[in-house]
């Protein structure tokens, strides 16, 4: 099994609201990684998390709150956020630890802040 | 930190050869280069990975020199079906000291028929 699955596939919430986004991979992988990616842009690196503890976070607003619950999964915690966060979110896992190996990306959530 | 340079665009036609040269002036000893290609409204696909002279895969060839300061996907006889962005990456040292994939801002490959 090669693939890293994201749930939900679309999702659109207010900005009062709590939501989750989930992640999950069977591949053994020890890194998992959230980017967030704006319409005609690169992945811009949100959260890094090697072995279940977060090894980055690239000054993400705290409105976006990583979770690692067990080596599998991955949550990325929403709320209170802004229209211009409206964006695709992807989470990734990789064997190896920050950047030496081959990283397995899933297909994203689209998330629409209204 | 390490930071890549491609081209904005390409065309090409299919049953062409593309090449596409990334710069990587600042790369470190122990980073490796990876090209990785995106669909619209999805996650980016692995396609190749190396560290120095030569890699072939199914897919693609990655050439890269001994100085290592640029490298150029190769992928032949190109299809429709490989109009997408392509990015070129290199570790990135963040502030934390490690390092990480970061994206640049991709080649944009267009195949017409």
């Known amino acids: 099994d090669t693939e890293v699955t994201q749930t939900p596939k679309h999702l659109v919430m207010g900005m009062t609201n709590k939501k989750s986004l989930k992640c999950e991979q069977h591949m053994g992988h020890r890194a998992m990684y959230w980017y967030k990616q704006k319409a005609k842009k690169p992945p811009e690196l949100m959260f890094v998390?090697?072995?279940?503890?977060?090894?980055i976070n690239e000054s993400v607003p705290s409105r976006f709150s990583p979770e690692c619950p067990n080596s599998s999964l991955l949550n990325l915690h929403l709320h209170a956020l802004q229209p211009e966060d409206s964006a695709l979110y992807l989470c990734a896992s990789s064997q190896g630890v920050f950047g030496a190996t081959e990283a397995f990306f899933g297909q994203g959530t689209r998330l629409t802040v209204v | 930190l390490a930071k890549t340079t491609q081209p904005i665009s390409m065309d090409s036609y299919e049953g062409q050869e593309v090449n596409i040269t990334c710069s990587h002036n600042n790369i470190a000893t122990n980073d490796y280069i990876t090209w990785y290609q995106q669909f619209p409204s999805q996650g980016p696909r692995f396609i190749i990975q190396?560290?120095?002279t030569k890699v072939t895969n199914e897919v693609a060839s990655l050439f890269i020199p001994a100085d290592r300061k640029s490298s150029t996907l190769s992928l032949p006889r190109v299809s429709l079906s490989d109009t997408a962005v392509y990015y070129c990456l290199v570790g990135d040292r963040m502030n934390s000291g490690y390092s990480t994939l970061t994206f640049g801002k991709g080649t944009m490959l267009l195949v017409s028929p």
């Open positions: 998390y090697s072995y279940e503890k977060l090894s």
């Open positions: 190396g560290y120095k």
